[in-house]
Structure formats: structure tokens, C-alpha cells
């Protein structure tokens, strides 16, 4: 679907509500009216415009970090995977995200909340237009164009709405019958979910398997959304099914390559579910490319030099090691003696750093996070503080997954920045919908069937190629299955550890934390952990109202008292 996001319209010739910062604003001026737009193109025009938003950018590059559809703030660095990065006082109200202390006026939420809702109008405004058109125009869809059509508003809309549902919980729901003096009435007392079921429902009903644009929802695509809408709400036996028949619509996952989701060549895949679609314009611009993630380009001396952010914890890091026998350390024994690469060394003993290549790791770790004296990409040997900005503050690593090969920056990246990719990010991929499925099983005291396809995505681990250097491999790889769950507790332990390692700083780690009610207890540790390396971490301390953040005061400001703050 690059090409769908390569013509999206300006917002505000194509967006019929809410085009300003406030989805309760009404129309703003100097827009196309509903008789200039009304025919099956300005239809197919509208939802182009609805897909733009699952980008989470509006219009230009910067700004647009928090509400990234990688959500690396809110879902890594909101958890024990990732730090802000950068230094201490850059982007400060990122620091109030990390440390769970985030205020009513913090900018980070107050941009998630109007880049969604944005999306949210630009869904509900193609749901307007598309009955008007049917109703009443020469120029009109056909019936199953149509239908699609509607389906792939309301599947847009659902996304837009369960991002913004786990962030915020409470919320306001606006659809298409609702008229702007009546949207400014709208509370945030009910529950949202139930109208998102619905809308996915209709998408699951309404289309089909495939599409013709490569990135379009599909029915797949509403199958695994919906049942990951059921799993957050604990009702396995609605999800389980629908899991069961997405794994079962693609090939074998051991048969899938890992990297190939971070490959900027070989997006689309047979492994993506439903994904942010990224492209650089035309005319060399990237406001339609991957701009959430751009502060998390490096420093220095590093061949994307900007800004520094979103570094891997070194709680992250010392998670991939393995005992002998190839397994996780369930236990949390991978916290003992830890793994620091340079850090804390000084003189000769820095200067002079070689990786240990004995230490046993699962071979993700090296795509996943960059370390001093391992192959980065294909850019060459990472030297460690050369590419950071401030490692006393946020350590010694860096993230992997959202960047591009060197060899395909030249034409997949913005001409002078080139920390703008058009790497898609996959909102949920086939290995998300394995774990979410292994999951229920385990809920469901089936732990042959969870163990099965835990093994099957370490199968697929243990294939990927470790990191050589100077011809050896740059740790001693090793992934092996799992000889039984022996409790449903250990299963349990380990699914949500496979979780953490297969779907590391792709923003899911705060949400999964949330979901099973263990927020507090990890992140508190992990601060204590953590903090005695990094001094900024420690004492860190999680709330019940630390699981959702605030809804931004401006908004609570404009509603005139309709939308209460949940904080």
C-alpha cells in the first residue's frame, strides 16, 4: 500500500469533522464541502485519507513521536525494554513517561490523543460521505465496493479506538451519526470496547482475505484484531478461535525468516498481519514515511546521526541470555552477575574492549539491540559510545528493529535525513498472534497445545544466522524448545517471556504488563535492577492509575465538563 499513502490528501480538503487539534472543534474553514467530494472517487479519496492516520502523523516530520504506531514511548520506555535515550534534559516530558509521573499538561499524551482522534474523525467523515454518495449520487460505488469500503472505515476506526482505549481507558465515543454540537456532549463514563468489537466484527464479515493494495485491512487482519480486542479483555473463548484461524491462513511461522519484518525490501510479508504503511513521497519528503521513530536515530559518528533516543534497557539485554540447556532464565537469575558490555570501563580497559564471545545469548538479542564489538546491520562493527549521546544516562546500547540496511538508505530514506525510513511498522504480526494464542491455552490449562507453539517461534529463532566477528560467532548462540510446561504456572512465565524476546521494542511490553496485572511488581524491580547501574532509574514507583495515563487537561479544558480525568 505505498501508494495509497503516497496520495493521501491534505487533511483539510479532504476531512469533513474534526481537522484541528481538537476532535470536538467544529469544521474548520476554507474545506471542500460534501457536494464538491460527492462521488466514488472522493469516497475512495476519504478513506485514503483514514489510512493516513495509522502512521499517527498529520501533517510534517517532527512531533509526531508519541503517537508512532510502533509506540515505543508509551510501550518501551514506559516499560523495562527501553529507555527515553538521548540525555536528561531532552524531550523532559518523555522523562515523566519513564519514571510513571505523567501530568495532565504532559505534551506526549495530549499528541496521542489528537493524532487518534484525528484518525477517528477522518473514519467517521468517510462513513458519511459513503451514504451520501450511495444515497444520492450519479457517481456511486458498487454495492461490494461499497461494503468494503465501509468495512475498512470501521476497521480503521477500531484501531484508532483500541489505541487510544489502552492508553487512556476512559474515553469519549464519537461515530458518523453524531453531529458536532452533539459530539461536544459526549462523555467518557461507558465503556468503549463493545462498539469496537462491533466495528471489527463488521470487518471480519464484510471483507476479504485478500486485497489488492498490499497493507488495506483484510479479513485476516480483522480476525487477529478482534481476537486481540477479546484477549485484553480475558475473553478466551471468542479469541481462541479467531487466533486459530489466522495461524492457520499462513504458512508455518518456522518457515519465516525473523529479520524479514525489519527489512525494508521484503515488507508485506506472509508474517504481517496488519502494519503502518511507510513511504517517502515523491518529491523526497517523508511526512507520510517513519516519522514516529525518527528521534531513535543515533549519534556521533554514527551513519544516522540524530537524536539518540529509545535505548534498550540493560534489563532487556540480559534478558536473551540463556542457560545451558538453551532456555530462558524464568527465574530472573539473568539479573545476576549481568551483562554490561563497555560500560563503567575507563582507559586501556575501554579503549581496548573486545565483546566476549563466550557468553551464551539467544540469537534475537543481536537483532534486536546494537552492541560494542557486534556487526550492526549491515553498517559494521558497532563501536559503542561513538553512536550514543549520553551513555552515563541511558547505557551503552542501541535499538535495531526500526532502522534500514546502509545499503538501501540511498533511495529508502529522506535526502538529508536520513533517519526517516519507509520501514513499515507491523502493528501485529503472525508470531504476536502465536503468542496471544499460546496464551489462552496456557489460561486454559492446555499446555501441550501452548508449549507447541511457544517451540515453534523458538524454532524459528534458533535458525536466525548469530553475528560473526573475525569469522566466530560473536556470542555462544544457543535456542532450544522446551522439553514440557510442568505447571501452569511455569507456562505461564513462559509465554510472557517469549513475548518479551520475540516482540522487543515493538510496543507491546507496558500493554502486556497492564493486561495481566503485574505492571507494578515488574516495573518496580526492574527499577531496582536497573537503577544500581543507572542511577536516574532507581526508586522508581508504579501505581493502580500508573496503568492508563491522564487524559490530556486541554481536552478536559474544551469538553465543558463532559469528560472527566481519570488521574
Known sequence: MKRIHSIILVACATVLGSC??????RNPQGELSQDQIKSARGVEGMLTGAYGLVNGNVSGT???????????????????????GSNNGDQPNMNQVELHDVSPTNDNTEIMWNRYYEGIARCNNTLRLLKLVQAGSTDKLSDTRAKEVEAEARFLRAHYYFFLRRTFSKLPYVDETMSPEDALKVTNEGEVYPKIEADFKFAMDN??????????????????????????????DEALPLFTAVIGARPDITTLPFDDNFNVVKENGPESIFAAQ????PDGSGDNANVGDMLGGFYGTAPVSCCGFFQPTFDLVNSFRVTAAGLPMLDGSYRTNPYLS???????????????????????????????????????????????????????????????????????????ANY????????????????????????????????????????????????TVGGTPAAAYNVKP????????????????????????????????VRWGIAKQTIESYSGFEGNILSAFENITFDAKDETFPIPQ?????????????H
Open 207 to 236: 471483507l476479504p482475505v485478500t486485497m489488492a493494495d498490499p497493507g488495506r485491512a483484510n479479513k485476516t487482519a480483522a480476525q487477529a484484531y478482534l481476537g486481540k480486542v477479546y484477549l485484553y479483555q480475558k475473553k478466551y
Open 20 to 25: 484541528g487539534s481538537d476532535f470536538l472543534e
Open 62 to 84: 517532527w512531533g509526531n513521536y508519541s503517537s508512532a504506531p510502533s509506540q515505543w514511548l508509551f510501550g518501551e520506555v514506559g516499560a523495562d525494554n527501553a529507555h527515553k
Open 554 to 566: 486541554q481536552q478536559i479544558d474544551r469538553s465543558q465538563g463532559a469528560l472527566k480525568q481519570t
Open 420 to 467: 526517516v525510513t519507509s520501514l513499515n511498522v507491523n502493528i501485529i504480526r503472525l508470531a504476536d498472534v502465536y503468542l496471544m494464542a499460546a496464551e489462552i491455552y496456557v489460561e486454559k490449562n492446555n499446555l501441550a497445545a501452548a508449549l507447541a507453539l511457544v517451540n515453534k517461534v523458538r524454532a524459528r529463532a534458533a535458525n536466525l544466522p548469530g553475528r
Open 342 to 416: 563497555d560500560f563503567g570501563l575507563t582507559g586501556a580497559a575501554k579503549d581496548n574492549y573486545q565483546v566476549n564471545k563466550s557468553l551464551a545469548f539467544d540469537p534475537r538479542l543481536d537483532y534486536t539491540v546494537g552492541r560494542r564489538g557486534v556487526p550492526y546491520r549491515d553498517w559494521g562493527i558497532m563501536p559503542g559510545d561513538a553512536w550514543i549521546r549520553d551513555p552515563a544516562y541511558a547505557g551503552p546500547f542501541v535499538a535495531v528493529k526500526h532502522m534500514v540496511d546502509a545499503s538501501a538508505r540511498g533511495t529508502e530514506t529522506v535526502a538529508g
Open 482 to 513: 522446551y522439553l514440557a510446561f510442568t505447571s501452569q504456572d511455569m507456562a505461564r512465565n513462559a509465554v510472557r517471556f517469549e513475548r518479551r524476546l520475540e516482540l522487543a521494542l515493538e510496543g507491546h511490553r507496558f500493554y502486556d504488563l
Open 278 to 281: 511507510h513511504a517517502i513521497n
